[in-house]
């Protein structure tokens, strides 16, 4: 019989804790360990179950694990790294961590644990939500949202083994990439996105100043472009300053992408710029943007209802029971008359559970995502 | 008693056909004509008693109007323009459009009907929804939306009050505001968003042919940045060509701010790029985004609802009968462990039956917007 692991997590933040309860889930045998600095989230796991035991002290549960996961800031990730080092622990202990990015991590890793009988992988598990702390944490939080490694010199191939065993309670979908890849991917998709959300709500900031209709006629578009301007400062400093290549990379590609526009408008290029807008369309409507991670993990059906009273409430009187994510009506994308009622599940079976009670009960046409 | 007005409306798409419905709504009396080139929408506007006669011949019905709005594509309003200034119309005819610039507009207003007996201004309703035609027209498109008017050395005092009055349905909110300062504020918080949206898709669909996990990775945060993107092209090209020195403007003024960013991280300035950061986020926070225009016209109630079963269908019930024009759970910019309901009414009235009822109702606590 496999004996029973001892894990220690190093930060009990949303993150940590939700991990926590994600292995709990699976291995309700194994021991968890964990470290705070700040006493709330130490107390709230604990109250909670979260964590077995929890110090203020990150040496203090080190040499007792079998797994250490650093789910810390980027920068103390990297000085825990160097911490555990110089510490006595257990022989073959695998080590990981949580950072958005990759790159620095590993490279530290392999600086400071090479040559020690330790084993690291770096791992990126791609969810979160805007709520934080331990008080928020969540087992579904990573339910078929990607959960990325990035092997390393110091990873062996029952690293990731041990570890997706260990995890599997998370129902995340594992993937490996290299971590300068991971970096660069999402610098694209993530970390350029927030520079140019920010830079455009200072943009518009500042010309509010000298035109006060601004604040006035920003609307949908708007608020969507700018949703993301809303991000944590520090976790976003970090993330620019450990992925710089890849993010100044991108901003320089835009710019010549930008520099291309303004082109076509001052030559009246009316072909060329519908062009232009043309291709994003199709782009988007091509790409399929991944609705299953992060913090969109759910599935989606999609119902044409009329615009009549009690609609929605017919509706969820036939899915009474079956819990669901969110509730939506799309109004757009879509050229019909009717609205699109969206609504998203926690998994596959309560989705299609969902789509036969209302084929069944109503006219209304339904669509699965 | 006031004389029943003729209204010419030109165009029978979703803004013209809603104007319509929206002219009927107060004055029932009124006779409206309507253009439409394709025969679609005539049947549809004819069908659904839109308009009481329709036409694919322009020049029909031009000299029966007291009004005549122009709801056709910028170009074909500057064409008609010329158009009507060669014929006869009633004297101290009213006429008005619904582009979504204005400064070519206005100017090709001023150029055409000077010295004839008619009045003109621009007219920018700031609403719209992804659908279109006829079919879609909704007599509440408008409702709480900006009505924008761009008065012109043919405006008198009693334009103004005479369409204020035929237009009382729309619900909408009048403004007055000169074309060029129109033209400059919509590039900041409209035009050159939907640029940025355009582009960031295009690298990303670029990318993505060298970088495969760019189309996995991609989630909540860049759907919301590419949402735009999906625009329609023929809209938006006229919309960059008639306003091409903001534009550009605005996208000069933006490229010196990704040169800032490039600095910031080439400097390892971590205080600088925290400052970035937080001036966004706090910008966003101060700016209120206005919800209340465009396609966001409703009243919003927000409500701190547990992660249980069946809440939202309890939450319905007891609004049954109260028209909603939508409702969401927002995860995003809230830091409690619960989710949060939010509910968008048609009307300041229902809102507040709904804040009430839930109130006396529930243990949940309720915030109006």
Redesign the interface.
């Known amino acids: 019989m496999e004996e029973a692991k001892t894990i220690y997590i190093a930060g009990l933040g949303l993150i940590g804790a939700s991990l926590a309860l994600g292995i709990k889930r699976d291995h309700p045998d194994y021991t968890i360990l964990g470290y705070n600095r700040s006493d709330k989230s130490r107390e709230v796991a604990l109250e909670r179950g979260i964590v077995d035991r929890a110090t203020a002290d990150f040496k203090e549960f080190a040499p007792l694990a079998d797994v250490i996961i650093l789910a810390v800031p980027i920068k103390q990730t990297i000085d825990f790294l160097a911490i555990l080092a110089e510490m006595d622990l257990k022989d073959g202990v695998i080590i990981t961590d949580a950072g958005s990015t990759k790159g620095e991590i590993v490279a530290a890793a392999e600086k400071y644990l090479t040559g020690r009988s330790v084993q690291f992988v770096g791992s990126h598990p791609?969810a979160g939500?805007?709520?934080?702390?331990a008080?928020?944490a969540d087992v579904n939080l990573f339910e078929n949202a990607?959960y990325i490694f990035t092997p390393t010199s110091l990873t062996k191939p029952k690293t990731l083994e041990v570890l997706k065993d260990l995890l599997s309670g998370l129902h995340a979908r594992f993937?490996e990439?290299d971590a300068a890849?991971?970096d660069?991917?999402?610098s694209?998709?993530?970390h350029?996105?927030?520079?140019?959300?920010?830079?455009?709500?200072?943009?518009?900031?500042d010309?509010?100043k000298e035109?006060e209709?601004?604040?006035?006629?920003?609307?949908?578009?708007?608020?969507?472009?700018?949703?993301?301007?809303?991000?944590?400062?520090?976790m976003?400093?970090s993330i620019?300053?450990t992925n710089?290549e890849a993010?100044?990379g991108?901003?320089?590609?835009?710019?010549a992408?930008?520099?291309h526009?303004?082109q076509l408008?001052?030559q009246?290029d009316?072909d060329g710029?519908?062009?232009?807008?043309?291709?994003?369309?199709l782009?988007?409507?091509?790409?399929?943007?991944?609705?299953r991670?992060?913090?969109?993990s759910s599935y989606d059906l999609f119902v044409d209802i009329p615009d009549e009273?009690?609609v929605?409430?017919h509706i969820?009187?036939l899915?009474?029971?079956?819990?669901?994510?969110?509730?939506?009506?799309n109004?757009?994308?879509?050229?019909?008359?009717n609205g699109i009622l969206q609504i998203s599940f926690k998994n596959e079976k309560d989705l299609n559970h969902a789509a036969k009670v209302i084929t069944e009960n109503t006219t209304y046409q339904v669509t699965i995502d």
């Open positions: 791609m939500s805007h709520k934080s702390g008080i928020a990607y993937v990439i890849e991971h660069r991917v999402t694209q998709i993530s350029f996105p927030h520079v140019l959300a920010a830079s455009l709500m200072e943009q518009a900031g010309y509010a035109h209709m601004t604040n006035h006629f920003a609307a949908g578009g708007f608020r969507d472009m700018t949703r993301i301007a809303e991000s944590e400062p520090g976003w400093s620019l300053l710089k993010v100044i991108r901003i320089e590609d835009f710019k992408r930008l520099d526009v303004t408008i001052s009246n009316e710029i519908w062009n232009f807008f043309n291709r994003g369309r782009t988007r409507k091509a790409m399929e943007i991944h609705k991670g992060g913090v969109d009273e009690d929605i409430l969820l009187e899915l009474r029971g079956t819990s669901l994510v969110n509730i939506h009506i109004e757009e994308n879509r050229e019909d008359i």
